[in-house]
């Protein structure tokens, strides 16, 4: 994931696993471990859908597994 902040996760939490990085080794994303809870600190809306920069991957994704919780 591309990375903005100057702050990152230093300890993750019981039943919470890292599942992104950002290109320099910095957790980026969280999963709980069997709940559908997902963490991130980068800002996935400003890459999805049409604000998608070339130079990242589309976190629309991101997006449509919220939509499918809140069901």
Do not use: M, N
């Not at 910095?26 to 709940?35: D, F, K, N, R």
């Amino acid at each position: 994931v591309t990375s903005s902040h100057h702050q990152a996760v230093r300890a993750v939490g019981r039943e919470l696993t890292v599942c992104q990085w950002s290109t320099d080794g910095i957790p980026e994303g969280l999963c709980h471990t069997s709940l559908p809870i997902v963490a991130v600190q980068y800002h996935p809306e400003r890459q999805s859908f049409g604000l998608c920069r070339t130079d990242a991957v589309d976190a629309a994704p991101i997006f449509t597994h919220f939509i499918e919780q809140a069901r």
